[in-house]
Nanobody
Framework: QVQLVESGGGLVQAGDSLRLSCAAS????????MAWFRQAPGKEREFVST????????LYADSVKGRFTISRDNAKNMVYLEMNSLEPEDTAVYYC?????????????????WGKGTQVTVSS
């Protein structure tokens, strides 16, 4: 059973940067595609980014493309989300997710493991 714990959230101003981390335990992270999702107040959870087990392939939501970068360190069982040029619209709870698969997908229903989330608040 893979367990995921997010950290790094906080309150920042528009234009600032944040780096989220996701620590995995209970499994070999290198076997999993990893992803970040987010849920803003009053909205459904949405896809942010995903990365292949090797780190060679990534996908991004159009809303974050060019501003966010996903990466991973399999030796440390860690996944990261570097967020730059943050906007108030990025305010949400950010979740880390994992699925034991090669194909990258945006559908949250296809992810097997989830963290509890970390809050990111961007003030204008």
């Amino acid at each position: 059973q893979v367990q995921l714990v997010e950290s790094g959230g906080g309150l920042v101003q528009a234009g600032d940067s944040l780096r989220l981390s996701c620590a995995a335990s209970g499994g070999t992270l290198s076997s999993y595609a990893m992803a970040w999702f987010r849920q803003a107040p009053g909205k459904e959870r949405e896809f942010v980014s995903t990365i292949s087990w090797s780190g060679s392939r990534t996908l991004y939501a159009d809303s974050v493309k060019g501003r966010f970068t996903i990466s991973r360190d399999n030796a440390k069982n860690m996944v990261y989300l570097e967020m730059n040029s943050l906007e108030p619209e990025d305010t949400a709870v950010y979740y880390c997710a994992a699925r034991p698969a090669i194909v990258l997908v945006r559908d949250e229903r296809l992810y097997d493991y989830w963290g509890k989330g970390t809050q990111v608040t961007v003030s204008s």
